[in-house]
């Protein structure tokens, strides 16, 4: 699984999973949009409707791809134990593997129940460019590290862009760029988004 804010989802996401996919031989991914991330000022995240449906729209067409809705639907902030839980009781003898940029899994690891999160997932951290990655303070087991093709996309910049008017074509999969026009997405900072349909 991957999970992740995706406002919006970028070719960096998309690459990061394809590529762990194939390095590890992994069934499938799935991606879950966070609620309430605990670490984002949620009134600056667009809804969430908005972010599962560009997901959807980024994933549809590879066939081991999907996204879930377990951390949308369910109330209150988003943690990552509550994610693995749901995801492990939805497929009990599936082995589970949490793709993370290197950024987040730092934090991730400085968690008091860290212990717990390796008991449910094997982690998988990815580098992003601008992002050094070093196994210093990481458990022996339950942590691979691994590099993907350099990616200088991040979802800050891809909003920073449409903000100032500036292209997001093949930064973003050309369906997110056509939703992110339709409902006026990113385009006056601090104004609320139309609703998702
Ligand atoms: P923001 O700029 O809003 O924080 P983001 O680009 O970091 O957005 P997130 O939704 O926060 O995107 O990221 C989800 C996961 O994808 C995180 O684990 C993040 O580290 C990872 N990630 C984001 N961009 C890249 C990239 N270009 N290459 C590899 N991994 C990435
Ligand atoms: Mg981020």
Redesign the pocket.
Known sequence: M??????P?????L??ASEVQHLLGLDEVIFV??GR?WQ?DAGK?SPAEHRYLMTVIATASNPRFSVSRVDIDRPGTTYTIDTLRDLSALDPDAELFF???????QQILSWKDADELFELAHFVG????G?VLSDEGLPEKGVTLTE?P??????????ARVGGGAPVWYLVPDGVVQYIDKYDLYRRPGTPAAAAP
């Open positions: 991957m999970g992740g804010t995706f406002d989802i970028h070719h960096g996401h690459v990061a949009p966070t991330p984002k995240v793709i993370t940029g290197a950024d987040a899994l990815v580098t992003r460019p992002h993907v350099a990616m200088a996309i991040s979802s800050t910049d891809c909003r």
